[in-house]
């Protein structure tokens, strides 16, 4: 017998004939002799329609009202599912974030304070199944709060780590984590198992497969995440700490997987001064306008010569960055401000890596044998990241697909 | 300063413009000096989508999680009007019914037990506009409960009563009660004032403007209620107590208005055995099988002799009732069941009918000039009713009318 959270997103609970298949995955779990809460997502494009509501409603929305109505589309799917699953002759319920109650504070992106698991061990007691409501919370004032988009998954990653779970499913449209993106590389491997900080790299760098935030709590809790398909019946991909690799897993490759972020752009400014503080006096302002600074490059410069800084932003943010910086032209003495959107930051990411030299030769000869330029690069203990003219990234991402071993011996 | 509560339907809430619409009559009214609570259906039709995805997801549902399903809709105009309001600079908030709390108990057509003004005095306190989702409650379990269909109107009267209010304003797609339907005379006219009992038999008999439970329990609160329209800006029909007609309401007509129900079918059992008791042994199991019998016939039979009773049920229990009855025809011995659907109740309403003779003989005189055949006759002490043939409806209604002075002078 196993403790179990499965949860489910907005495509898997997109009306009632999916809803009544998800209901015979928790159905089946349950059967096995497991005990299992449920944690739903709204139906595809629920959260979108109250959102709109409330922006059309007001331009500077109340939080704490946002919250009230948006709240609502993870309270039907919640019903609706705890209906079916009792249609199916299952002991099923409902309960919502206040009534649990998963405490929360903050409104629009609150942050989960606490699960109290007492009710549902009087749920498993009974061999029940408790259906909840992701991305919803109470504060301590009483009020409703959700959790920001994608927040179902971190609801269920602490719903399984305050109710001791063995394990937390969260069940997707896609059936893993893959080493690549498949539709770039047709020989990309689903991966058996992926430890929490490289599936937070590879989050963080395009694989959107997983809310960042719900792996770094599942980091934190040491709890196994499993991601499958809830359309295919079989296996996903875990998601483990080191230490729960397994023996086998010792052969794994250096490299988990390559990753692709489109959504950065590149800034130079050129004609920089060499004057102490001056890096500073660019990243502050820009920091203060929570706008995030990824990469970041200077040229060395001869001494008393200007010299040029180059980094990344967000494409979304470059128009902001560029209007802060030109506030501070006059203070910094920078020439031009340069920007370029067709850039592409490619990662190769792998907790073998800090065992194994080299990794980083490999992607600067691999990309340089084709002839693909390097804009910057970025290294942390797990990654490789290169930001490239974005032209490249179908080519980059394949030929080190194949240099680090990746490819699948035949294509699935 | 008055203390109001406001109450909006599912029309007046159809989409953000009508929201908007209903946050400046309400801000109005919180401007003029009152203090106000507003009381907020689902957007029109929402209701409806959500009670079909219950019904889709399994033929027998849980009323508790339907209840947590179709609270959701008022749940969103809440949180909308709640943030419309405050976007035109008012002090607004939303309260659930789990937060205020209305208390209620049972569950998808629960009953209002007490509701804590409590939070509202203090709203008062600070000049705020307290936002409230009719329909729902919540029960001693702590689970959403919701009303039953129309509940609205029932949240709103009974909000009103627990915080003392001076009025509950009614607004819907009418803009007040008539003396008669307009489609069928136009020159029907707008009462001003009607009574609790005027409006409770109006509504029974047709006049769907007011749940009839929201009025039952404003008569006995005292509470007086207008009923007017969200999208014309003029005054609506107040519904008061007999006590509260005004002086100059002694002069209103003795009939009050003039209403029609076609939902009522006709039964008629021949050839019933004179014994003493047959009646109860029909009606007994029609009332255990919860179907309504209105209006009764007994010809009187000469003793000894076979007689027939006719009575009519809703139209919806029609088959219902003939199969209950077929049941116990070899009990009860009588000869056939016949059935007429093509059959509607047409009633003359007033309070001033118990001080004046003479009502019913106008009915009986007047359609029997135009040579209406009438099946079956009730009356109670403010009411006439008679049954005739449908297609009989609009004249009937139209001379009626006229023979009790309702016409206006000038058509609308």
Redesign the interface.
Known sequence: MARIVMKFGGTSMAG?ER??HVAGLVKREAERGNQVAVVVSAMAGETDR?IQ??R???????P??????V???E??T???L???L??MGTNA??Y?G??LPIRASGHAAALIEGIDAAVLEGVFAQGGIAVIPGFQGVTAD???ATLGRGGSDTSAVALAAAMKADRCDIYTDVDGVYTTDPRIVPRARKLSTVTYEEMLELASVGAKVLQTRSVGLAMRTNMPLQVLSSFEDRPGTMIVGDEALEDNDMERNVITGIAYDKNEARVTLTGIPDRPGVVAAVFGPLAEANINVDMIVQNIPRPGEASDLTFTVPTASLAHAAAELEQIRGEIGFTEILTDTNVVKVSAVGVGMRSNAGIAATMFRTLADRGINIVAITTSEIKVSVLIPEEYTELAVRVLHTAYGLDAEDAA
């Open positions: 009632i809803i009544r109250l509501f409330c059309e409603a007001a331009s500077l929305y109340d704490r009202e946002y919250d009230v109505v709240a609502s589309g309270q039907v919640s019903g609706l705890a209906i079916t009792q249609g319920r409902s919502m206040w009534q009483g009020d409703v």
